[in-house]
């Protein structure tokens, strides 16, 4: 196994790690609400009037906080992804984690982070499952064909 040093990113990679574990442990102490982001989304299917404020704007600083992020950091922490798929896998890849997401009864986020940290046996399980899943496809698409 060869590891592509100039694509590894562990201190951006511990900045996002470490942010979205401040922002998880805040939202729940400040809403009681499990920062999940498919029960975000989903609470906005049909939306509430009272409670689609909160959501879109959680999104809308989503969708905003990469482009930020380009204008205010140093050059060198700035690098475009790497997708090398066709756009019909990528397609394909979205619309299966959205399934698992709701075989799941959650996202990778709301059972990894925060199921994890409050030591739910239900968020172990769906963890390991799509963490294997995930492993499991890079040893077949990468490794296998």
Known sequence: ????WSHFTPWSALT?????GV???????ANGRILGISGIIGGLLPPKPADAAWRLSFL???FAAPWLFALLAPAEFISAPRIET???TTIAA????????RYASGCTSGHGVCGLSRLSPR????TLSFM???FGTVLIVRHWL
């Open 1 to 4: 196994m060869m590891i592509d």
């Open 16 to 20: 996002g790690g470490v942010l979205l």
């Open 23 to 29: 922002a998880s442990a805040l939202f729940i102490l």
């Open 60 to 62: 809308a600083g989503m």
């Open 86 to 88: 066709s756009t019909l």
């Open 94 to 101: 979205g619309l299966l984690v959205g399934l698992g997401t």
């Open 123 to 126: 968020s172990l399980v769906a």
């Open 132 to 134: 294997g899943a995930g």
